[in-house]
T-cell receptor, first 112, second 114 residues
Framework: GQSLEQPSEVTAVEGAIVQINCTYQ??????LSWYQQHDGGAPTFLSY????GLEETGRFSSFLSRSDSYGYLLLQELQMKDSASYFC?????????????FGTGTRLKVLA | EAQVTQNPRYLITVTGKKLTVTCSQN?????MSWYRQDPGLGLRQIYY???????DKGDVPEGYKVSRKEKRNFPLILESPSPNQTSLYFC?????????????FGPGTRLTVL
């Protein structure tokens, strides 16, 4: 079957750096995305990797290695507002159409 | 303002009573999806649509129906709701099923089926 695995919870202190890993097993891989969701809110898009390597957007960076079916989200200079759940998602193909598979999410707790 | 809207935001209903959750986007996006979110299970795609009159099943389509008669609207229909469909539902859209995977999510609909 198709699946994405990520740690269920990560804890770090303000100002630190944290990495959230995601390994995937899907058919027809067409890119890895990351979403942030605060409690009671909707997911919001953070980043997207279609090719191997690092993509940087401010304090957030995302990395992809297609040969290892692996990616990660790197959050630097952690702030209290970064406490949220983070989901990786893969766009997979099936019979010429495109569906999305999400990981189960990583809850990040940022401590003062 | 570019957005995805859903209605209702909260709904409590009883088993077997047909309901529809509406979803509308004003960004002229081709691709629209419905997801359900349950604790520990993340977001699971129910149905998606790559364009008008083109819909397909996601990973958990049982018990749901959708239609896409207009580009902006993608309603989710529960013909005979059951308690196991109690969940938080999100509608999402993105420009197409290809390219950058940025999906825009609606605010969510919390459904309780008694």
């Amino acid at each position: 079957g198709q699946s994405l695995e990520q740690p269920s919870e990560v804890t770090a202190v303000e100002g630190a750096i944290v990495q959230i890993n995601c390994t995937y097993q899907t058919s027809g891989f067409y890119g890895l995305s990351w979403y942030q969701q605060h409690d009671g809110g909707a997911p919001t898009f953070l980043s997207y990797n279609a090719l191997d390597g690092l993509e940087e957007t401010g304090r957030f960076s995302s990395f992809l290695s297609r040969s290892d079916s692996y990616g990660y989200l790197l959050l630097q200079e952690l702030q209290m507002k970064d406490s949220a759940s983070y989901f990786c998602a893969v766009r997979a193909t099936t019979s010429g159409t495109y569906k999305y598979i999400f990981g189960t999410g990583t809850r990040l707790k940022v401590l003062a | 303002e570019a957005q995805v809207t859903q209605n209702p935001r909260y709904l409590i209903t009883v088993t077997g009573k047909k309901l529809t959750v509406t979803c509308s986007q004003n960004m002229n996006h081709e691709y629209m999806s419905w997801y359900r979110q349950d604790p520990g299970l993340g977001l699971r795609q129910i149905y998606y649509s790559m364009n008008v009159e083109v819909t397909d099943k996601g990973d958990v389509p049982e018990g749901y129906k959708v239609s896409r008669k207009e580009k902006r609207n993608f309603p989710l229909i529960l013909e005979s709701p059951s308690p196991n469909q109690t969940s938080l539902y999100f509608c999402a859209s993105n420009p197409s099923g290809k390219g950058r995977n940025e999906q825009f999510f609606g605010p969510g609909t919390r459904l309780t089926v008694l």
